[in-house]
């Protein structure tokens, strides 16, 4: 199951994932872009869901929906998220709260959702996208920061209360990925320098045919050269 398919990293996960042979699972908030990437992907429309990750009912829902056309979920990739940077000057507690909402208290959502499938299999491989923000921090980056470091943190405790079942955790710090991400940040950045997206997500296509016996907790992928101006 791929939550955040209609985003820049999330569609071509999508793609990549379908082309190898998966059953996937898609979803995204806009149904206008989920149905253009099942189409792409060559995913049937019985299988793209539209998802309020911010919302636990709505997550509740697809996840049955899911689990109604297939009995296990093998691997749950979050590729949603949102970036508010702003200075302090600048931050509003609705942005933070929202920054957290989605990043934070979605993925937890999401997680509790589908861990207990996983938890019948006793296995099963989780992987979310903290990106290098959620390792160290950055002028601005108070909200987004707050809700990449606590995603790490929920997921690694996760990790040990799971370390009986082979369940798999795994966090991509990812570099700046060029995508529709930084449409509305004002920082002046060089998305020509940024990770392609299509690289991105073959970083997790990588992640995701990983032998079970063991685990990628980590992965940390950054751009070649320098992105800030
Ligand atoms: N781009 C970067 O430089 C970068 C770097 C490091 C880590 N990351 C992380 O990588 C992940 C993917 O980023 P991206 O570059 O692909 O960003 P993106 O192109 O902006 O895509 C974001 C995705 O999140 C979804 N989303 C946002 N709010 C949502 C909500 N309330 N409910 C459900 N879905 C929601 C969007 O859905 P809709 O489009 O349908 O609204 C979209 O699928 C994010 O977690 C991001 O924080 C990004």
Known sequence: MLAGAT????S??????????????????????????????????????????SNE?????????????TPFIHTLINATGIGIIKTMDTLDSASFEKVLQVNLIGAFYLVKAVLPNMKEQKKGLIINI?????KVPMSGAAAYSASKY?????????????????????NIFLGGIDSAFWDNIDLRVQRDKMIIAEEAAKAIWFLCQQPSSGVV???VLQPFNHQAI
């Open 7 to 10: 985003g820049g990293v999330g």
């Open 12 to 53: 071509q996960v999508a793609k990549q994932l379908s082309s190898s042979g998966a059953i996937v699972y898609i979803t995204g908030r806009d149904s206008k872009k989920l149905e253009e990437v099942a189409l792409q992907a060559g995913i049937p429309a019985n299988r793209a869901f539209q998802m309020d990750i």
């Open 57 to 69: 009912e709505s997550v509740n829902q697809v996840v049955s929906q899911v689990l109604a056309q």
């Open 130 to 134: 903290p990106g290098v923000l959620g």
């Open 150 to 170: 606590g995603l790490v943190g929920m997921m690694q405790s996760i990790r040990e209360e799971l370390k009986r079942t082979e369940i798999r955790i795994t």
């Open 217 to 219: 907790s980590e992965m």
